[in-house]
């Protein structure tokens, strides 16, 4: 989050500084299967962001020491291309993607039915070729696509999404300005159908009441974006079945 600052966010209209109203999501459109060698793979552009997911699994986990004798380990990778930014970006881990692999992996396996693939481990690689605020949530979204048309057992799709304070307005989905200038971002994973929070966090402050008004706005747009992801994967399927009368 930025410090005080004379930008303007919000105009005299209400509207935000990319012209949304404060409970629009930017543009957002998801495509499965982008990589061949993959089992599963989903493309995602939203907003300016532009992220690739490829999934890999279940295979038997490598090194042995880190299998479960009892679930699979859902591991995911997050990195950001040195390219995905204005600044050219260090390559390789640092803590930020280290931080965002783990709540990743930890969002992801509550939805994975990690229970039937004892030993093993699915490998979900997250690359972020374009970064334009709220990267997290984009790339949890995505993982859900590429673990689904991966064929991988879910009890659920994890939907990631965020809101946050500007001009001490509550609003959903922030871009990059809003990002950098506004007063708090709050992005969250949520299990579609169950409404469970699999990945909570906070950067800057909200009262309780703003708070509750953020996560009201969540998760009234988790369900846009878990029919976008539904889309993705009937495309898939559509494609799958036309593939199998043409034979
Ligand atoms: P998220 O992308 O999930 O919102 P952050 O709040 O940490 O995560 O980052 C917000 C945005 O800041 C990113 O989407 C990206 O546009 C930018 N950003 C993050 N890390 C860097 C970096 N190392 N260099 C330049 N920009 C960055």
């Given at each position: ?12 209209n ?12 930017r ?8 990589l ?54 260090r ?24 229970e039937q ?117 009937a ?7 036309l ?5």
């Open positions: 989050m930025g410090t005080a600052s004379d930008i303007k966010l919000i105009d005299e209400g509207l935000r500084i990319d012209g949304r109203s404060p409970t629009e999501l543009p957002l459109k998801i495509e499965t299967d982008v061949e060698r993959a089992d599963g793979s989903a493309f995602i552009e939203w907003g300016g962001n532009k992220i690739l997911v490829a999934v890999y699994g279940p295979r038997e986990a490598y090194p042995k020491h880190t299998q479960d004798i009892e679930k699979a380990v859902v591991k995911a990778r997050y990195n950001m291309s040195a390219f995905s930014v204005d600044e050219r970006k390559p390789g881990p640092d803590r930020r993607s280290v931080e965002i692999s783990k709540v990743i992996s930890e969002a992801l396996s509550a939805a994975v039915m990690v693939f004892p030993r093993a481990q699915i490998d979900v690689f997250i690359e972020v070729l374009q970064a334009d605020a709220g990267t997290r949530i984009a790339g949890l979204t995505a993982s859900s696509v590429a673990l689904a048309a991966a064929g991988i057992p879910m009890r659920d799709m994890v939907v990631g999404c965020a809101a946050g304070k500007v001009d001490g307005k509550i609003v959903l989905d922030l871009g990059k300005e809003e990002d950098n200038f506004g007063q708090a971002d709050l992005p969250m994973g949520i299990l579609a159908k169950s409404g469970k929070i699999v990945l909570m966090q906070m950067d800057g402050d909200m009262s309780q009441e703003e708070f509750e008004q953020a996560t009201a706005l969540i998760m009234d747009a988790t369900k846009r974006i878990y029919e976008i992801q539904r889309e993705a994967l495309g898939k399927y559509r494609a799958l079945a593939e199998r009368s043409g034979e």
